[in-house]
């Protein structure tokens, strides 16, 4: 039988080299452990420093994060040197203003085979940055020319992706591989329908393969239904099996990134959803979210809180006979379409992307950006179930009944606090969890 999740890892295996940051990965699956990254970044040195020392020492199976302050992503290295020289806060780390010296020094005192460090930024035209990473040496970095142009740039997709082809050069000439993640199945964080995630993160990757990368992960958002978001990763799993032959890959889960829960009960229970979603789908690696997530930047210590419940949580369900079982909507077989179709447009992944969003033929729904087209509409239906409402030019078939649907705009915010409401409006009904035990010596914590 050609499991999909076995064929991966036959081909994982007679792949050569890997990376720092995916054997850390590979070695943690190996032995049934779930890797957690928080979304961590600060302006300064010492901040950075200390905020990496207390991941890398949590009661945890531990990837680092530098996350990337809003200057550095958009280029403007200048105010970012600006605000280190005035002492003004910064909302990430600014690595290029820092320099690869200083950003050197830093992984060198906390990073290891062990813990290795990867730099989330969100710049679509990301060259200076990737030139300013390979001289100091990053393990690991992510992004894409479509799910980092379209959410976050004004740029046009056909830089973007000349950007990123110039960057996927950069590093597959490096020495030591540096691991590449694509960020396709996150687009605008929720509200997107799960083929067209699976999709643009398996698109993302062969175009990451196509300008000589083989160290990469495609990724995906936790949604609004678990058990359409088990089909989902399965869907991704299989597509990327048959399609990235050849590479060293793994699957990433993101904790919800949208409209997050606004009491302590209901983002952790969000978070724990997610932990064990990853852990029944065979997600090798998890981005966390702490409840600090719907007001501020969180702590050193929020985060830590979040990487060890997501420990004790994988722990937990480790133990536990499955719960929930996936839905059969045909997201594989939507998904395979989205791609095949597109490669059929261009020669290469990079034109095809290109051409596919100037026809319509791809649409990412709400998607303001100039190349999108913005004619699909996506809807959650009473089940909690992520679906078309319109696919507007994209080659798919809509359920009877719902094509040509309006989603007011009344309509639309509900839809976008669909978890929060889900999921504040619940306490800890899961007996299992009151008084569940997490952290380390004196700073064990119990959630009840």
């Given at each position: ?264 009960v209901g983002s952790y229970r969000i978070l724990e959803e997610s932990v064990r979603l990853a852990v029944r789908t065979g997600s090798e690696r998890l981005i966390v979210k702490t409840p600090a997530e719907a007001h501020r ?115 639309l915010l509900t839809m976008l606090g669909f978890n929060e409401r889900r999921f504040d409006r619940e306490q800890l009904t899961h007996g299992h969890l009151r008084g569940l035990q ?11």
């Open positions: 039988m050609n499991d999909p999740v076995r064929i991966a890892e036959r081909n994982a295996a007679r792949i050569a080299p890997q990376g720092r940051f995916s054997r850390h990965v590979r070695g943690a699956h190996a032995q049934g452990r779930l890797v957690v990254q928080p979304r961590m970044g600060f302006g300064d040195l010492d901040t950075m420093r200390r905020g990496l020392l207390a991941v890398r020492g949590a009661e945890a199976t531990a990837a680092g994060t530098i996350t990337l302050d809003s200057y550095t992503r958009v280029n403007d290295h200048d105010s970012a040197r600006q605000a280190l020289r005035t002492g003004a806060e910064l909302n990430g780390f600014p690595l290029v203003a820092h320099g690869p010296d200083a950003t050197r020094e830093l992984l060198d005192a906390v990073s290891g085979p062990d813990f290795p460090v990867q730099v989330r930024h969100g710049s679509a035209l990301p060259y200076p940055l990737f030139r300013a990473m390979t001289e100091a040496g990053v393990d690991a970095t992510e992004g894409g020319p479509v799910s980092y142009c379209l959410p976050y740039s004004r740029a046009p997709i056909s830089e973007a992706v000349k950007a990123w082809a110039r960057c996927c050069e950069l590093i597959a000439a490096q020495p030591e591989p540096m691991h590449l993640e694509s960020f396709g199945g996150c687009m605008l964080g929720q509200l997107c329908p799960p083929s067209l995630l699976v999709a643009l993160s398996v698109l993302e990757a062969l175009f990451f393969r196509e300008h000589g990368l083989s160290d990469i992960s495609v990724s995906y958002a936790q949604q609004t239904s678990p058990a359409q978001d088990m089909e989902a990763i399965a869907a991704l799993r299989r597509l990327a099996s048959e399609r990235l032959a050849e590479a060293d890959w793994h699957v990433v889960l993101y904790t919800f990134m949208g409209v997050f829960p606004r009491t302590p930047i969180p702590t050193i210590p929020e985060n830590v809180d979040a990487l060890e419940f997501s420990e004790s949580i994988a722990r937990d369900e480790a133990g536990r006979p499955e719960e929930v079982r996936a839905t059969d909507s045909g997201i594989y077989e939507e998904a395979r379409l989205l791609v095949d179709s597109t490669l059929e447009l261009a020669p290469t992944v990079g034109e095809a992307l290109v051409r596919a969003f100037g026809r319509g033929h791809l649409d990412v729904p709400y998607c303001l950006h100039q190349d999108n087209a913005n004619k699909s509409r996506a809807y959650v239906d009473p089940a909690g179930m992520l679906r078309w409402a319109e696919p507007g030019r994209m080659p798919l078939r809509v359920e009877r009944g719902t094509a040509g649907r309006r989603v007011s705009a009344k309509g997490y952290g380390t010596g004196s700073g064990r914590r119990s959630l009840s």
